[in-house]
Nanobody
Framework: QVQLVESGGGLVQAGGSLRLSCAVSGTIFSMMTLNWYRQAPGKQREAVATITTGGRTIYPDSIKGRFTISRDNAKDTVYLQMNDLSPEDTAIYYC?????????WGQGTQVTVSS
């Protein structure tokens, strides 16, 4: 059974930083494409970062330069370093893992940025 557990969310002031972690179990982590999504109140869920099995990273233009996704295959963990946060980044952040036809989600972690 594949499980994803996020941690690291919280309350931060505008301009601050947070690092989210997502521990994955129950599968071969190194074979997974990993994503971070977020969903703000009243808005659709949106992708904020992707890292492939080969380590290639992809970001939407709205995120580039502020967020960094990374993975540690030895720890079966994916990270999202978020810098220069603004209130518009307030959302629930979800970890997502793809492997073949498998599509797995964590429970989400709340990030709140105060102005």
């Amino acid at each position: 059974q594949v499980q994803l557990v996020e941690s690291g969310g919280g309350l931060v002031q505008a301009g601050g930083s947070l690092r989210l972690s997502c521990a994955v179990s129950g599968t071969i982590f190194s074979m997974m494409t990993l994503n971070w999504y977020r969903q703000a109140p009243g808005k659709q869920r949106e992708a904020v970062a992707t890292i492939t099995t080969g380590g290639r990273t992809i970001y939407p233009d709205s995120i580039k330069g502020r967020f960094t996704i990374s993975r540690d295959n030895a720890k079966d963990t994916v990270y999202l370093q978020m810098n220069d946060l603004s209130p518009e980044d307030t959302a629930i952040y979800y970890c997502n893992a793809l492997q073949g036809i498998g599509n797995y989600w964590g429970q989400g972690t709340q990030v709140t940025v105060s102005s």
